[in-house]
Structures are given as C-alpha cells and as structure tokens.
C-alpha cells in the first residue's frame, strides 16, 4: 500500500502515533509537504467526513480523527512555510461565531503562510468585533472568514456589514469559505471572494491583494 494512503487510514482510525510517523516517513522519501496534506491527511478526513454524513461514525470519533490529522500537519507547518521571504500582505483568518470547525481554516492558513503571506489565525469562535478589532490594530489588508455549519455561515453578512460600516472597506478585502459557502452568497453578502477549497483560496487572495 502506498504510504500516503496510510497515512489516510492513520486518520481515519484516529491514531496520531501512526499518522506522526508515516507523514515523517513520507517527508524522508521526498514526498512533498502539499502530497502528504492533500493525498495523506485530507484524504483521510474526507473519508471521516462522509462516514459521519450517513451516521457510521459520531463525533468522538471524528474528534480523534481531526486530532490525527492535526498532529500531521504541525510536522507539515514548517515546510509549507519554510519558502518565503517577504510578507506579501496581512490577513486576518478565523472560524466565525458559533462554529468549533478548524481543520479546512486550519490548512488555508497554512497554505497562505506558506505562500508569504502574514497570517493572524483568530481560531474558532470568532465574533464580529474580534475579527473588526483584529483588522484595524494589525492593518490588514485582507479578512477571511470559515463557516461549516448552515446555521453560522449567515453571521458572515454581519461581519462584512461591521467592516462596512469601520470604513475599512474597500481597503481590506473581505473573502470567505467552507463547506456550504457557495459564490452565489459570496455575491449575496458581498464579500470580495470565494473559495472552494484552500489551493484556489491562495490564487484568490494572491489575486485581491496584487490588484
Ligand atoms: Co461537524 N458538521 N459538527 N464536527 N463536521 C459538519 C460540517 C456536517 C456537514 C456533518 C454532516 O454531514 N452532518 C454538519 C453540518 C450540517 C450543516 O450545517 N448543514 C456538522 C454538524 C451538524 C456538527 C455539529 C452540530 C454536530 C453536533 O454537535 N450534533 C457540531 C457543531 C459544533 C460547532 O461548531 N458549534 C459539529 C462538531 C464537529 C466536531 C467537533 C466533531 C468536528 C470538528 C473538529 C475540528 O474542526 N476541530 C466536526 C467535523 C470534523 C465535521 C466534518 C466531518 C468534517 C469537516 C472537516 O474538517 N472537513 C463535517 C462533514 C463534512 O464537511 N463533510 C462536519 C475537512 C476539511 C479539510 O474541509 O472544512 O470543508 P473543510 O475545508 C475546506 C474547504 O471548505 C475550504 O478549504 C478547506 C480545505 O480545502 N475552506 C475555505 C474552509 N474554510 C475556508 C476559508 C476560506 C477559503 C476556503 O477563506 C477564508
């Protein structure tokens, strides 16, 4: 069996040992950091995620399983990071009010990072006046904001109302994501961006802010 398909198991079962060891193994065979997230650590929560959809796993289980994964991408971090020089821009990340969600948050921050930006991870939870309070004490250039439940990604309008409303736009751009994020509320809410998946949310931030 292929070592990144392994590593995806490792996730799926939720064993952190394995999964630590194998993506080091991988790393030392020259597999690279973003072969290891996609092919190895996604894969395997992808996996997770549709068993938890049809109710064959519960949420310890996925809870040991986003732990795993975790502990892969702290041994990721450094290489996806590991190429740049200057900050390309600031960008404010977090997971909006209500939603414990981190782990899509997480790899997007990653990514960004690893492609020069200077990124300030606000984690889970976040309301309205800490991603505001955020923007201005650091002068961001961009905000980017994570829902994965239906229930807290109509918050996102009232976040961009409040950087409206800071005069901070149209200086900081606002971009957004997760699972039940579509371009179509993107547009509703008028964020400046959306982005599937965390790849395409580096050329959309890479985009916005060299306009
Ligand atoms: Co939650 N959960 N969960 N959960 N959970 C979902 C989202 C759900 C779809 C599962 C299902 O099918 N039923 C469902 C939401 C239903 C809905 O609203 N329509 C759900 C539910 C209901 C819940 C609870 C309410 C369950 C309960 O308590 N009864 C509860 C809510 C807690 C809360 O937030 N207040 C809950 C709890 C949890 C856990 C704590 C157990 C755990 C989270 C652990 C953690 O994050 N630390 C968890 C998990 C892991 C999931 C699933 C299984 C997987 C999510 C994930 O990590 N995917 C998820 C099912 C699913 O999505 N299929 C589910 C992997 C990750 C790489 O993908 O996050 O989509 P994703 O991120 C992608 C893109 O979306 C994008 O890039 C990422 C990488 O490519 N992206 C961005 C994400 N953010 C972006 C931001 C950007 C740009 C792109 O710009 C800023």
Redesign the pocket.
Known sequence: MEILDEIAIGVERGDSASVRTLTEKALAQDISAEEVLNGGL?AG??V???K??NNEVF?PE??V??KAMKTGMELLKPLLAEANVESKGKVI?GTVK????????N??AMLLEGAGFEVTDLGTDVSKEKFLEFAEKENADLV???A?????MTYMREIIEGIESASLKPKVKV??????ITQSYADEIKADGY????AS?VDLVKGLLEK
């Open positions: 996604v929560m992808n997770i995620g549709e938890f959809k949420i996925v809870l399983s986003a990340i209500g939603d414990l969600h981190d782990i899509g948050k790899i997007v980017g904001m994570s994965l439940l239906t229930t807290t971009i957004i994501g997760g699972a039940p982005a599937p998946d965390a949310a």
